[in-house]
């Protein structure tokens, strides 16, 4: 074997000792694992789901138009007016909260506290039946995003006031007449 | 005839030179033969030579972080492909789209994958999150890129916040509009923030064209380069290397 590839294997081992000795003892010790080449074990497993996705988009792409209204037009608002879905929760937050609370000091919170989670979350675990706790914050969390996504959505309508409309039909309106 | 023999023998050595010089190692049948090509080829480069099968078990990964990259992919060439045709004006950018969906060839289903690729990713990011949340892989040594990824996931937010206001029809300005109002709440700076992202008071030519620009300069850019520290990071850090 050239010495190259040696060094590589020796410096390998070493990151990987030193992994080990610094993991906290609840993380799984995976260094009985088997050990496979990436190329092409891994590689083939990514093309796979590559190939999966890009059947799914085209099949998509073919049966479902992507919407495109009239032209913009600055002098004509719709009712309601609605942000891109994955910005209604905060739309939502918006029609409930004071807008410096619900617009900006929120948001900001969420990010922040996400970025520091790892620092946060003193537990060591990284078994789900250790970190329960964690886990219910984390489903609680995404079960109120979604939840106004939805509504933001579905049971938003006239004036952003709550309307089953949205469900069983699209109330939408531009300056008083359908759009 | 030998003649002939000569130069076809020849001809042969050059293209085995050829192919040979592309590709180094020949078939990958040997663990040692593939274990080599992924340590010298640029492209294979991203993953390690040798992998535990617990970090790349399907189940554990379901390859959210991967498809996420592949749908960053899809959507660059797919929008390639959308920028010969667009013009990010007030008074080209609508019609651009009416052609692109009925008079250019293909036009139609490659917005449309453009379209649905970006949602996509938006899930397909949150959804990366949220397994490397429950399987508490953020945990030392993995808490900074824990804090790229979050970025990562506000960019991909952001691109398709920005691409919703191209098409300029009602759809795109009204959202735009309503999603950029929500800056103005910002105590003192809100107003400015909302001024120096639309150009105006109103979303008008000056909004599509920094939209524009962000969206096809100045995010990816960002992303790509948050990606490769991301990636290199997985390396350096170790996989988490399933629960």
Known sequence: MATETRDRIAARDRVEQRRRQEAPSTVRDDSEDEMVVSFPEFVFKEFIAAVAMTVFLILVSIWLQAPLLGKANPGMTPNPSKAPWYFLGLQELLSRFPPLMAGVAFPTFVIVLMILVPFLDRNPSRRPSERKVAIILFALYTAIVVALVIIGTFFRGHEFVWDWGWVLGNPQTCGGKPC | ?243
């Open chain 2, 1 to 243: 005839m030998t003649v002939i023999r000569a130069a076809l023998d020849e001809m042969f050595a050059v293209i085995g030179q050829m192919v040979g010089s592309v590709f180094r190692h020949g078939l990958p049948l040997t663990d040692k033969i593939a274990a080599r090509t992924a340590l010298t080829n640029f492209f294979l480069h991203i993953h390690p030579v040798r992998v535990r099968r617990s970090w790349i078990r399907m189940s554990y990964t379901l390859c959210l972080g991967g498809l996420s990259f592949f749908l960053f992919i899809v959507l660059t060439v797919t929008g390639l492909f959308l920028m010969f045709y667009y013009v990010p004006s007030t008074s080209h950018a609508y019609q651009d789209m009416r052609d692109l969906q009925f008079v250019v060839t293909f036009g139609g289903v490659i917005r449309n994958m453009h379209r649905w690729a970006a949602h996509a990713m938006v899930i397909t990011v949150w959804l990366h999150m949220a397994r490397v949340f429950l399987t508490g892989s953020y945990k030392k040594p993995r808490e900074f890129n824990w804090g790229v990824g979050t970025l990562l996931l506000l960019i991909t937010l952001l691109l398709s916040f920005t691409g919703y206001l191209l098409p300029w029809d009602q759809l795109s300005i009204w959202a735009v509009t309503v999603g950029t109002n929500m800056a103005k709440y910002a105590p003192i700076a809100g107003p400015y923030t909302r001024y120096l992202l639309i150009g105006g008071r109103v979303v008008g030519d000056n909004a599509l064209l920094r939209f524009y620009v962000l969206h096809v300069v100045g995010l990816p850019l960002a992303a790509f380069l948050l990606m490769v520290v991301h990636f290199w990071r997985v390396r350096k850090d170790g996989f988490s290397g399933g629960l």
